[in-house]
């Protein structure tokens, strides 16, 4: 049988409409990369947790409403896609990733970032977006390997200080598409600091304006700017050296 095959080290079960895993998916231990997405899995067994040399995990696309404790087990965790199921929570033992680099939680039904992702300083690509969040933590700052994060279509309406502590982030996305915005009305003061952003996404956000340290920002490559009310185009656009500023109306490149 295929729980038989135990030097496989890739497995694409996606699409099946799979309704429960078997507990002997524990015996692939050779697996390095697992993708489950598209299928209708509310649960994963305990067994999950022994695939020790797994660095990739695709669960996207399922109704998955809860996480196995043993999770945490996964030590060489990289990469893990969560998005697209009815997640409220992460199990206790979530930090015991202590490689993860990229985490997607996108569409989930999160009221907060689960407290248990405090301890997970590593991650550098993180996507919350589409899910309850009204506010961020303030032990966002902690991640100070963070260099792409994706708050789009949430209800956040201001950072906390310590944002500016996020000294390595480089993508920025309040914006995305049809997902909507965020209602900043103005754009928090913490974004000035982050001196290595080239992408910052704020559409749809209810700005009437953009302020005048923006223009500190002086490596932004890419401004997205649609579906605000803009007045005019601000005095010191001319200070960014190379970026694109793009209006409902279409693209005004510089």
Known sequence: SL???????????SKNALRSLPPAIGKLTALQRLDLSKNELTLLPDTLGQLSNLTGLVLTDNQIYRLPNTLGQLKSLRNLELC???????????????????????????????PVLRGLTQISELLVHRNGLSQLPDWIGEFTSLRYLVLTGNNISQLPASFANLQTLESLYFDHSDLGGNPLKKLPVEIRSLNRLDNLHIGNCGLT?????IGELTILKELTFVENQPTDLPNWIGQLKRWECRFRAGTVSL
């Open 3 to 13: 729980w038989e095959l135990t030097e496989l080290e890739s497995l694409n079960l």
């Open 84 to 114: 697209s199921n009815q997640l409220t929570e992460l199990p206790d033992t979530f930090d015991g990733l202590e490689n993860l680099s990229s985490l997607n939680l996108y569409n989930n039904q999160l009221k907060e970032i689960p």
């Open 209 to 213: 304006a953009l302020p005048d340290w």
